[in-house]
């Protein structure tokens, strides 16, 4: 028996690119690779491999897996000699049970991290021109040195010649993001020329770094990538700093970059955090409300500040109720929290926050905004537009205020109002399925294009297993569907094994019946943008998912009730669930 977390970890850190490439001749295709396929004929390649989700698919015949699928496919191995041989690969041993199992390496990356972050500090001491650089942005030695900042030399291979000697120790810098491979197989220094923050998790441990460039570089900002320590749609930067500063945080500020928390920091608002590259999602809002009620979100005061403004709102209203407060603050034009706080000092910049209006108001004032309020359809159209937002928001008494307020701003009452966006609510669900349609509805499904909920989610969670992290499993409760058991335990999977990836996922359901359709599922493409926000796009599945059954439950008691009776509790459920 090899122990299920050793083949986990082998698959998260196996490179499918290596095993696969010295064995078939790929090309490089954006953030994929191609290759004519070895188990059909072609000339053309439709062979895809993808490095991130360590997944192979070939369009043309249909052939997919993981890199142990392809050694017992290729090589025909059987699955313990693939094991054996991914793990000779990669030099460890296998382990026959529980009690010598290695050590997860985790620790390793994060020394190599911590020691790569001593070495830029080390170079920032050296290099005048970062520092009268940082001087003139207003940073002082004592803020260098409580956010770690450092400088990576304007060299191709400073950080791979220091720390990447070995094989092993370039594929520990390959593995953090610090260097790239190229196409021939040698490395380069990710991060050149530029000044460097590091990027800490809760317990301070560097897990990725940011780069601001020094000169007139592109890009102007440059983050490690997602690696198996740094996930952006979680991190904060400057939550840790935060915490470090502060006995209590009563309040966070969040803001775009990492110029701004370190530039707020250096006029002693120490409780600004940063987003990394992403939008804010619902994770980081998580994160945010388990550390405070009181959020206050400062963008620049462009076009680019407003729409990441309402993005935030957006992820933010699924968590919005009583006793949380929530404001948006937009500073004057051309300035960000990092100009405006140098140009006029920490009081301004307190004032500004201070002032910074309320959610609701954020949301009503856009939306008015987008319509003529003097007219009848322009009024029902603000209605329009406010239905799925405030369908977002959970029952309670924040959200009859702010419903409300809406119904001041339209000239309705706020019941009629509520019933009109109750009535939305109803229209936009799907009808529940006929069983006896089921089949051909799938067929049609899979040529619209527009699968079912459980088929997306399941493709979702493949493609992003970290977006299921924080998933509650408990909303499929009474949700009887075909899938949902697999549904299930997939998300339960990823909960436990954080760090599991497509691949690992795959593996894991190797040998199992409900498991042998997950490898289609994970090579249906699925959006690749950064911004994409695969976490949100899950939580809607599921709801659909526990609203059907929550209609199918209805519709069988009223059944129920016409042919028979209905006990006590379930005139009770019924009520509820009305
Ligand atoms: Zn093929």
Redesign the pocket.
Known sequence: MIPQDFIDDLISRADIIEVLGRRIQLKKAGREFKAC?P??D?KTP??TVSPSKGFYH?F??G?HGTAIGFLMEFDHMSFVEAIEALASMMGVDVPRDESDRPARRYDELFSLMGSVEKHWQACLRDNASAVDYLKQRGIDGATAKRFGIGYAPDSWSDVLDKFGKTSEAAERLLATGLVIRKDNGKHYDRFRDRIMFPIRDARGRTIGFGGRALGDGEPKYLNSPETVLFHKGRELYGLYEARQALRQIDQLVVVEGYMDVVALSRHGIDFSIATLGTATTSDHLDRIFRLTDNVVFSFDGDRAGKAAAWRALENALPQVREGRQIRFVFLPEKHDPDSYVNEYGSDAFMQAIDEGIALSDFLIGELSSQVDMTTIDGKARLAELAKPLVNNIPPGVYRELLIESLADTVGLSAAKLERMLGHATEKQSRPAPNPANEGKRRRRESTSGRPSAVRRAITLLLNYPESGHKLDVEMLAGVNRPGVDLLRDLIETVQTEPNITTAGLLERWRHDDKGRHLGKLAAIEVPAEEDFDASAELVACLEQLAAAGRRERIEFLIEKQRLSSLTDEEKAEIRALR
Do not use: D, I
């Open positions: 396929c188990f059909h072609e439709s062979f070939c043309g015949c052939a």
